[in-house]
């Protein structure tokens, strides 16, 4: 008899009875919903909270170490059976004492990670346990197979679990524990083959053919003062007229006013070189020497011999505080900022400016000045105003204006 008239006959025989299977059916069915609807509601909280938050790398880390481990607690189950013949309940209890104190001193040293940023002693009683439990894995191994397997597997937890602590060691503190002196990187460096900065390769060699338009520049010009022959100056200018050719050829150096500007400064340290040693840098952390009050002059000092224009208003400065070493250095990065920042926009400020600005006295500021001026930038930026306008670099010239629309170079005042 087919299933279907089976119950057919059931239901018309014994009709209480499949009445109170279809409810008992019914009411199975329904905690059976509701266990279902639970459980999903549980794991979609727990992934919400913890799964979606952490990065992929991370979530892979744990399934891959929960397998090793896994693998491992399955080695001392076999262990501690033919080995040290436990059986029944003691076993289930005893065989992977191991691997939960493996898990508890990682446990352990990520918290210490976290609030000390160092795993400590327990991060060495992770590695210590974790090669326990590979060793007693192996030595009950039926072949050379599985005993390679047996105490990889620990290992590979015992990593990627070091891995991942690397990783979220360098997101807290930003830094990693060590730098390498010797890397690929370097050695490729050094020998020429890769670059240290993110320069494409028609920027190095339109680098390198300026350079040599820049040296073949300085080594013509000490041949002229040095009053060398007719035959070494001729081989020189020509040396650098082929320079030069090769540069507008391949650098697009005609019509790159980047390119120009690069040029000149690169023409300007080189031929400023014997300035630095005359330089006197001030000392960033000795305190500034005590000067005697001298009152300030509010009114505008106003030059009608040397300029057109009205002039320029220069601050006499007062007595300078003594500052501690921290408030000096302080200082002194704020003045390089405002210069830097100055410069970038084509301007090289005086040194009143320099001292308005950003609340230093006057003479630091012109000790400043005659330091930072030098630079190639900056010089590129004076040597324009001198080669265009005839004006000498004072630190106190007024400005000059003229009728360029698109690009205004301004150096200590002098705009062209």
């Given at each position: ?41 549980a ?24 397998i ?6 399955q080695g ?16 289930l ?5 191991i ?26 009683a ?20 599985e005993?390679v ?8 937890a ?17 830094r ?22 993110d ?7 339109a ?40 540069a ?58 040397d ?15 003594v ?25 090289v ?26 630079e ?22 007024p ?7 698109e ?10």
């Amino acid at each position: 008899m087919p299933p279907i008239d089976q119950i057919s006959a059931f239901a018309s025989d014994r009709p209480i009875a499949t009445v109170v299977i279809c409810v008992i059916g019914l009411a199975l069915l329904g905690l059976a919903y509701l266990a279902l609807r639970a459980v999903y509601r549980a794991g979609t909280q727990f992934f919400h909270r913890y799964v979606a938050p952490r990065p992929a790398e991370d979530i892979l880390t744990i399934v891959a170490a929960s397998i090793a481990t896994g693998v491992s607690a399955q080695g001392m189950w076999r262990f501690s059976g033919d080995v040290l013949g436990f059986d029944g309940p003691l076993r289930l209890l005893l065989f992977a004492f191991i691997e939960v104190a493996v898990i508890t001193s990682a446990v352990r040293a990520r918290r210490n990670m976290r609030e000390n940023y160092s795993a400590g002693i327990d991060g060495i009683a992770v590695w210590t346990l974790t090669g326990l439990s590979a060793v007693l894995s192996s030595m009950d191994a039926r072949s050379l197979a599985e005993a390679v397997f047996r105490l990889a597997a620990p290992l590979v937890a015992a990593w990627l679990w070091e891995r991942g602590m690397a990783i979220e060691r360098h997101r807290i503190t930003g830094r990693h524990r060590i730098n390498w002196r010797l890397t690929p990187e370097r050695m490729l460096v050094r020998v020429g083959l890769a670059e240290v900065s993110d320069r494409t390769a028609s920027e190095v060699d339109a680098h390198r053919r300026l350079t040599r338009v820049a040296l073949a520049a300085k080594r013509a010009r000490a041949l002229r003062e040095a009053g060398a022959s007719n035959r070494k100056m001729r081989a020189a200018l020509t040396k650098l007229d082929r320079a030069m050719d090769r540069a507008v050829e391949h650098t697009g150096l005609a019509v790159d006013s980047n390119r120009q500007e690069a040029l000149l400064s690169q023409i300007g340290a080189l031929y400023n070189t014997s300035a630095l040693i005359d330089l006197s840098p001030p000392v960033p952390w000795a305190p500034e020497p005590e000067e005697p009050p001298t009152p300030a002059l509010p009114a505008a000092v106003l030059d009608d011999d040397d300029d057109e224009d009205e002039g320029e208003v220069e601050m006499l400065d007062s007595a300078p505080p003594v500052v501690d070493t921290a408030q000096r250095a302080a200082l002194m990065r704020a003045a390089r900022e405002y210069w830097d920042k100055q410069v970038e926009r084509k301007f090289v400020p005086r040194a009143a400016d320099i001292a308005h600005e950003t609340g230093i006295s006057l003479t630091t500021a012109r000790e400043y000045r005659a330091l930072w001026k030098l630079e190639p930038r900056a010089h590129a930026l004076i040597e324009a105003a001198y080669n265009e306008h005839g004006i000498i670099d004072t630190g106190t010239f007024p400005a000059i204006e003229t009728q360029v629309q698109e690009r205004i170079l301004t150096v200590n005042g002098s705009s062209h």
